[in-house]
């Protein structure tokens, strides 16, 4: 659907708005809310679209998210149209297929100082923000700030910025920082304040808004450096909606699951898949654990993945034992679990389930091994789980790297400290485990 031009009405007046909905209209899809700078106020909001994510949405083929942006009126600042802006926030919410727990509050300079604005003061609403050209204002007070520790964010600024200048930007960014906030960089060192078509057109940030994960009760991801947001968003929910998959979807995962690395290119993964509703729905959810009847079952599909675990050489005749079958299993699995993020799907690997049932099921020879089901579905309510699930549906941490490679030696003291948590090192210093600002030339 392309963008629409609408008026949001109040007492106050009427306010120009943009609206697009994502592509397909798929259900739990995000939702990009812009922030304009104070040269876009006015009555006309195709001037919102000459510049930024407004000309990114206009121009883009595809839209993996919905897309709202108001126009507030000359001599204004967004401060003063706080109800206004909330207020078609709910609307929207309310009227499309928006996961309310997706929201990013994304901005350009007067507009990305307003991000810090609405965000300090509502930090349950958003999931994520895009700060493009902006500065911290002093009246955003350091607790509304600190709320803000769970919630991603990703900073664009330019060196020669005369509107907010280098030094203002990085007095700023060490104010987040002391207060642990989860921030990313791009820094443009040659870059003047108006950087927003560089900024909204940058594809690792447009992958990051369309994957953007829940806002949920764990920490916020952030990688150390620059990997790709798929990466770094994919995660593992229980909550997933039963919602037909078709086999066109489900088969575009598959596609990519079957380009997966192997060794001497033996490709020993295979897939069974049943969809909600089928046949052997119930004969099979009835073999998982304990705790995955508790949400399984609603899911769109399951998946079986298996490994061949014996392989014919090129140019021999008899099989040989494929020493590393569970290991280009485990590849297929990260491509297909990718493949559905990019698809606008969830994933999550299940290991508790009754497998010599399985086998027994699905008529599986003794020659392949089950590795897991994979369950496939779209984003579903989390306040459906049962309570002791609920609290555990959130984002898990990762080790920092200094925990996990070393040059030249096996050293890796952190291993046989007890106790140490997932995702923290004891004696970690900021120098082995990396900053926390991603900075990207």
């Known amino acids: 659907m392309s963008l629409q031009r609408h008026l949001h009405s109040s007492p ?3 306010l120009p708005y943009l609206r697009a909905v994502a ?10 809310v812009l922030l304009h700078g104070a040269r876009d106020r006015g009555r006309d909001p195709e001037k919102l679209l000459a510049h930024g994510l407004g000309r990114h949405v206009s121009q883009a083929a595809e839209r993996p998210y919905h897309f709202l942006a108001l126009q507030i009126p000359e001599e204004t600042a967004w401060a003063d149209w706080e109800d206004e802006l909330l207020a078609r926030l709910d609307a929207v919410i ?30 349950e609403r958003f999931a994520a923000l895009v700060v493009v050209a902006g500065r911290l204002p002093e009246t955003v007070i350091d607790d509304g700030l600190a709320a803000l520790k769970r919630t991603p964010v990703w900073v664009f600024h330019g060196g020669r910025d005369e509107r907010v200048p280098e030094s203002q930007f990085r007095a700023d960014l060490a104010r987040l920082q002391a207060l642990g906030l989860p921030v990313r960089v791009t820094f443009y060192p040659d870059a003047d304040h108006f950087i927003s078509d560089a ?26 450096g620059d990997a790709d947001p798929l990466f770094v968003n994919r995660w593992s929910p229980r909550a997933l909606s039963g919602e037909a998959i078709d086999d066109a979807t489900l088969f575009r995962l598959l596609e990519a699951a079957r380009w997966a690395p192997s060794a001497s290119n ?19 959810s009835t073999l998982l654990s304990d705790s995955n009847r508790l949400w399984a079952p609603k899911v769109s599909a399951l998946v079986l993945l298996l490994s061949r675990t014996t392989f014919v050489r ?14 280009d299993a485990g590849a297929a699995w990260a491509h297909f679990a990718l493949q559905a993020n990019l698809a606008g799907w969830h994933t999550r690997a299940i290991a508790g389930f009754d497998k010599e049932a399985a086998r027994s099921l699905f008529e599986v020879p003794e020659d392949y091994k089950l590795e897991i089901l994979i369950a496939v579905g779209q984003l579903g ?32 003291p952190n291993d046989a400290a007890p106790g140490t948590p997932v995702g923290a090192s004891r004696g970690q210093t900021a120098a082995a485990a990396g900053t926390l600002v991603g900075t990207t030339g």
């Open 12 to 14: 106050r007046g009427e």
């Open 23 to 32: 592509s397909g209209n798929p259900p739990s899809s995000p939702l990009v």
């Open 94 to 123: 309310a009227e499309a297929n928006v996961d309310k727990q997706r929201i990013v509050l994304a901005g350009f300079s007067a507009g990305s100082a307003a991000v810090w604005h609405f965000a300090s003061r509502h930090p």
């Open 199 to 224: 900024a909204y057109s940058d594809p690792a940030l447009q992958r990051w808004l369309a994957s953007v994960p829940r806002r949920t009760p764990g920490a916020a991801r952030l990688a150390h």
């Open 266 to 284: 033996s490709q020993p993964w295979r897939f069974i898949y049943v969809k909600n509703g089928s046949p052997q729905w119930a004969e099979l």
């Open 314 to 327: 090129p140019g021999e005749s008899d099989p040989s034992p494929a020493r590393n079958h569970s290991f």
């Open 381 to 412: 309510d989390e306040a459906e789980l049962p309570p002791q699930l609920r609290e555990r549906e959130t984002l898990t941490p990762r080790r920092p790297l200094a925990d996990l490679v070393a040059e030249g030696r096996f050293f890796f």
